[in-house]
């Protein structure tokens, strides 16, 4: 993985950046998320409205856990894709995909990150991602169970970003 190695006591509860201010609350939570040990993957909701700064704790959330950062933007689902298998080729150092059918490989691919440790791979603007796709929170349940079915050890934690709403954040786990 491209980056400085996370030890494991780092793992356990990060200081919050200095550049990311106040939101003390927040980041407790994120990271409580974010790292718990348990067996299991994860999934979490963070919203709210539109320039408070939900993209800057997240973005300071992965560089501070080794996570995996991906923001979605309008375009296709193939060109969503495409942004996606890159992002995640530079994060992993691997060549990107080029073998993925749709969003099932993505997604699989996306929580595999989770085998190894507990990780945080946020997906920014994910509503950008269900307008062009709408069946991929269906997508995403079904990866999930297969998870749960297989046995697998994975860990992965994945927080799902959404703006326009009125409550500043919020995770669910």
Same mark, same amino acid.
């Given at each position: ?43 979490? $909701? ?60 993505? $997604? ?13 791979? $946020? ?41 326009? $709403? ?8």
């Amino acid at each position: 993985m491209r980056g400085a190695a996370v030890s494991p006591s780092d793992l356990s509860h990060p200081a919050k950046p200095e550049t990311v201010f106040d939101r003390d609350a927040e980041w407790d939570a994120l990271v409580a998320f974010s790292s718990a040990t348990r067996i299991g993957a994860g999934l979490g $909701v963070v919203s709210g409205r539109l320039r408070q700064g939900k993209t800057y704790l997240l973005k300071a959330l992965t560089a501070a856990l080794g996570g995996f950062y991906f923001g979605a933007q309008p375009a296709t689902q193939a060109e969503s894709l495409r942004r996606l298998g890159d992002e995640l080729a530079k994060h992993t150092g691997a060549s990107p995909p080029n073998h993925w059918r749709g969003w099932e490989d993505a $997604v699989d691919a996306l929580l595999a990150l989770g085998d190894a440790r507990p990780v945080p791979i $946020v997906v920014d603007e994910f509503t950008d991602l269900v307008r062009q796709s709408p069946a991929l929170p269906s997508v995403i349940h079904s990866a999930y169970r297969r998870l749960r079915e297989s046995g697998r050890d994975n860990r992965a934690r994945l927080p799902l970003c959404q703006s326009g $709403v009125r409550r500043a954040y919020r995770t669910i786990h």
